[in-house]
Each structure stands twice: as structure tokens, then as C-alpha cells.
């Protein structure tokens, strides 16, 4: 799937189709209820589109349908952070780093983390 741009809704099935899968519809009306207070016409509109946009799949057992997502946790964690880079930072890594690193967002524990990424990527184990 190229060009994955999920909304907030979107986000929630899926982070409890990653955790669990497959759910039933029930299952999710009570997952998303418990951690949203959503209804259930909203879990259900909600799933009809990501049905229709490729993003879950819909296994029938009987008559009761059975979701599961139809892309990675991985996949869509690096769509997302192409696309929120590409819109806030021009795509540069740099300069989002260099914003955290004026506003004091990273700690001495994130800055040490970063320097192992690095160290990694450029010894090509990344």
C-alpha cells in the first residue's frame, strides 16, 4: 500500500486490530467504547470505509464478520512519518531533529539513543 495517509479514527481500529486479530464487530464496538466512547454506528461506519479503502479485512463466519488489518503497524508508522515529515519539515530529518533539540525536547537518554541510530546507519546495520 503506497501513499498511506490514515485519519485519527482510522489509527484507533487499527492500533486494536495490531493488538488483537482478528475481532469481530462486537469485539471492536467494546474495545473502541471502552478507549474512545464511541458508538456503535461509528465503529461500524468507521470499518465500512476502511473496508473500502483496502485498509482492514472482512472474513464472514456465519453472519458474523471477522476484521483484520490489511497492512503492517510498520508499514503505516513509516507512511506516517514520510508524510508528516514531507508536511512539517520540507522532509528533512535535520531540521525536525534541530526544532526538538532548540525547544530542549530531547532528553540526554534521547540524544544518546540518536547518536546509536546513527552510528548504526552508517555502519549500514540499519
Partial sequence: MDNINLTNSEWY????????SPMTVMELVSALD????WAKSTTITTLRR?????LVL????????????NLQRDQAVRGETRSFLDK???GSV????????EDRALSRAEIDQLYEILRKAEEGQI
Avoid: I
Fill in 58 to 69: 472482512c472474513a464472514m463466519e456465519g453472519r458474523t464478520r471477522h476484521y483484520s488489518p
Fill in 13 to 20: 481500529v487499527l492500533d486494536c486490530l495490531w493488538e488483537h
Fill in 34 to 37: 471502552r478507549r474512545l466512547g
Fill in 50 to 54: 476502511m473496508e473500502a479503502k483496502g
Fill in 94 to 101: 535535520g531540521l525536525m531533529v534541530s526544532a526538538l533539540a
Fill in 88 to 90: 512539517v519539515y520540507r
